[in-house]
């Protein structure tokens, strides 16, 4: 079964410029999440999608950040207008369902987004 | 606000010997427990879920505890392979967001 893909797996991009990233979930899973690592921080959450509602979007940092999951399948992460402080790693994960056992969140490789 | 804090930071192992990496946790309502092993320029790998006080968990040389407050990865008789960075997170309240804790960096050396 194949696993959580991410694309791409590195972005390098000036301050100002747009950038899209793309997370394919494991088939058949409903819950689809992102999270971002900046430099020396934990990893933190940003969204929940539950097919393709927005359950929960309290860790977005601000309105540069937008998500969509059109169909509930795979989503995109869209950070329009980058600055610096938008460096790091995102990782999405995706789980089967809301509850115990199938709520285990399974991580995707991330994408190293470098704000230049 | 939900809060993880692991210790130590970083711990350096010769093989064989034993060692156990904490992870403390303040939160409304836990739900679970994860503990996650992540890999230089990798996704977090799932090992463990914990979900009472009293439950065990383990997996070759690992083994998973929870009390109320605290959960211990324990590592037995480690090897080169367990080096990685571990990582521990909570999950409570009525979402299903993950809240992480810094890692522990673990080398165990030959």
């Known amino acids: 079964e194949a696993g959580v893909t991410q694309f791409p797996s590195h972005s390098v991009i000036e301050k100002g410029q747009t950038v899209t990233l793309r997370c394919d979930p494991i088939?058949?899973?409903?819950?689809l999440y992102w999270y971002r690592r900046v430099m020396g921080k934990e990893i933190k959450f940003l969204l929940h999608?539950?097919?393709?509602?927005?359950?929960?979007e309290s860790g977005m940092p601000n309105n540069r950040f937008l998500a969509e999951r059109t169909g509930g399948t795979y989503s995109t992460l869209k950070v329009q207008p980058a600055e610096l402080e938008d460096s790091g790693v995102y990782f999405c994960a995706s789980s089967q369902d809301w509850g115990p056992p199938q709520d285990t969140q399974y991580f995707g490789p991330g994408t190293r987004l470098t704000v230049l | 606000e939900d809060q993880v804090t692991q210790s130590p930071e970083a711990l350096r192992l010769q093989e064989g010997e034993s060692s156990s990496l904490n992870c403390s946790y303040t939160?409304?309502?836990?739900?679970?427990l994860f503990w996650y092993r992540q890999d230089p320029g990798k996704g977090p790998e799932f090992l463990f879920t914990?979900?009472?006080a009293g439950e065990e968990k383990e997996k070759e040389r690992l083994k998973a505890t929870l009390t109320k407050k605290e959960s211990f990865l324990h590592i037995t008789a480690p090897k080169p392979e367990d080096s990685a960075t571990y990582l521990c997170a909570v999950q409570a309240g009525g979402g299903n967001k993950l809240t992480f804790g810094t890692g522990t960096q673990l080398k165990v050396e030959l």
């Open positions: 999608f539950v097919k393709e509602s927005k359950q929960d």
């Open positions: 939160v409304s309502g836990l739900r679970g």
């Open positions: 088939s058949g899973h409903d819950n």
């Open positions: 914990l979900y009472s």
